[in-house]
């Protein structure tokens, strides 16, 4: 189960501008977008949704990689990306 970090607004603010996707936002717009969000933590190894469930959340990535990938008939584990 993914955890909820236990960081302020500051540290989200931060990260946001440093992406360049962010960069057309004014200061109220990235407030408001940190106040929508959430920081969370997930463990290595962790899913994060299955397939076909919907995927009605973004993710941004701070630190780490994500796996995606499915399975075959047998079960084995194919890794997609």
């Known amino acids: 189960m993914a955890t909820v970090s ?3 607004t500051v540290e989200p603010i931060w990260y946001l501008r440093s992406c360049e996707l962010f960069d ?3 200061a109220e717009e990235m407030q408001d977008f940190v106040e ?3 920081l ?3 463990q ?3 899913q994060i949704y ?3 469930e919907p995927g009605n959340l ?3 990535i701070k630190r780490g990689g994500v796996k995606i990938g499915t399975s075959n ?3 084995k584990e194919i890794a997609l990306a």
Do not use: C, H, M, P
């Open 6 to 8: 236990k960081s302020t």
């Open 24 to 26: 057309s936002l004014d």
């Open 36 to 38: 929508r969000g959430r």
């Open 40 to 42: 969370i933590a997930f």
């Open 44 to 46: 290595r190894g962790e």
């Open 50 to 52: 299955g397939e076909g």
């Open 58 to 60: 973004v993710y941004f």
């Open 73 to 75: 008939a047998d079960g």
